[in-house]
């Protein structure tokens, strides 16, 4: 990790420039700052999580909101430094949702010369046939957008469909399981879709929300809001960000101690007899 820091530095004190997607960035200290952070966070899940095999595609999946568009513009930063050696092609699933800006993203990526695909799905229709008014419609939208996301990926000749989920996306799913579905289980780095064909991946997963909130403003990325999930309210999912958001207050530094624990398990100190063989532990006694 040292080294990815000294290479970037390396490459900004000579002068060689960097990505066009940072053109008209921010030349702060602030921002160089915030910047490297980023990176640094998106560098240690790469390789903990070994998600590179040189030579092989991404799909990078942009929605338009500030997590894609940073996901987006750390994976160029980091290919552009000769430090993510695979290909990137961008993807928006146009699903069809109301007064969609359908120019804002091809204009865009065209713009800055960036490989893309733009779909069209009307999956929109879809969720509100199959949902009554006022129901919450994000389970179902992202189910479908998930698989048309993996045939694109096919499509496209893609090992992986990268994903803009970050640390406080996945502390929230974590806290929706514990507290709803009586399990411990979060986001994963890395997972294999049902039929064994596209990976995804996470390279966000360490990165605080609030950092990438302040990277999309600096970046003043063209931000295109949600108008399903986003628009709805009593959701479990803004509720565990609300507690979530008073436990970092009262206490500041914890979500990353609790993204950390996600990695720190002892399972023979938790209830899962799957996991530890607690009944073996009358062999291992001795008699005193």
């Not at 990353?256 to 607690?278: E, Q, Y």
Request: hydrophobic fraction near 40%; charged fraction near 25%; aromatic fraction near 8%.
């Amino acid at each position: 990790m040292d080294s990815a820091v000294l290479d970037m530095d390396a490459v900004d004190e000579a002068g060689s420039g960097a990505h066009p997607i940072y053109a008209n960035a921010p030349h702060t200290v602030e921002f160089n700052k915030l910047r490297k952070r980023l990176i640094r966070n998106v560098r240690e899940a790469i390789e903990k999580f070994g998600m590179v095999r040189p030579g092989e595609k991404w799909l990078v999946a942009l929605s338009g909101g500030k997590d894609s568009y940073g996901l987006l513009a750390l994976l160029l930063d980091l290919k552009w430094r000769g430090l993510l050696p695979v290909e990137l092609v961008a993807c928006n699933l146009d699903q069809g949702q109301p007064n969609f800006p359908k120019h804002i993203l091809p204009a865009f990526l065209e713009g800055l010369g960036i490989p893309h695909r733009i779909e069209y799905r009307d999956t929109y229709s879809i969720v509100t046939e199959k949902l009554p008014a006022g129901a919450t419609y994000c389970s179902l939208c992202s189910r479908l957008r998930r698989g048309n996301l993996y045939r694109i990926a096919r499509e496209e000749g893609c090992t992986a469909l990268v994903l803009g989920h970050h640390r406080d996306d996945s502390l929230e799913t974590f806290f929706m399981n514990l507290f709803h579905g009586g399990k411990l289980a979060a986001m994963p780095p890395r997972l294999l879709n049902d039929e064994g064909t596209v990976e995804v991946l996470r390279p966000l997963i360490f990165c605080a929300e609030d950092d990438l909130q302040k990277f999309s403003d600096a970046m003043a990325f063209p931000i295109i809001p949600c108008d399903l999930c986003g628009s709805q309210d009593g959701l479990e999912r803004n509720a565990m960000k609300a507690m979530l958001t008073d436990i970092e207050k009262r206490m500041p530094g914890r979500k990353d101690v609790m993204i950390r624990a996600l990695g720190n398990i002892n399972p023979s100190h938790m209830l899962d007899t799957k996991l530890f063989d607690f009944s073996a532990l009358f062999d291992k006694r001795t008699t005193p």
